[in-house]
């Protein structure tokens, strides 16, 4: 089984950065990619980006340019460095890892992370 753990979160103003850390642990059968996704009070959870297990990467249109995915294969961790942050990039900020092959199910979530942009 997979366990994610966000980190990274926290209170900034605008036009700052943040980097967000998804540590992966645990082991499955599964080949997957790792996704951000966020939730703004009173809305859907909406996609960020991606990196698929092969390197290509998939970001948002609100974020493109500002934010880029990473990842560190022998560390088990994903990366979001968040840049020129706006108010409404405010949000929980979720790691998510996302079934690409392989037996089994292994799509899997973590707890969240908070970033807060203020004016």
């Known amino acids: 089984q997979v366990h994610l753990v966000e980190s990274g979160g926290g209170s900034v103003q605008a036009g700052g950065s943040l980097k967000l850390t998804c540590e992966i642990s645990?082991?499955?059968?599964?080949?997957?990619?790792t996704a951000w996704y966020r939730q703004a009070p009173g809305k859907e959870r909406e996609f960020v980006s991606r990196?698929?297990?092969?390197?290509?990467?998939m970001t948002a249109d609100s974020v493109k340019g500002r934010f880029t995915i990473s990842r560190d294969n022998a560390e088990k961790t994903v990366y979001l460095q968040m840049d020129n942050l706006r108010p409404e990039d405010t949000a929980m900020y979720y790691c998510?890892?996302?079934?690409?092959?392989?037996?089994?199910?292994?799509?899997?979530w973590g707890q969240g992370t908070q970033v807060t942009v203020s004016s």
């Open positions: 998510k890892i996302v079934k690409e092959g392989g037996p089994g199910q292994c799509d899997t």
């Open positions: 645990g082991s499955t059968s599964c080949r997957y990619g």
């Open positions: 990196i698929y297990s092969y390197g290509v990467k």
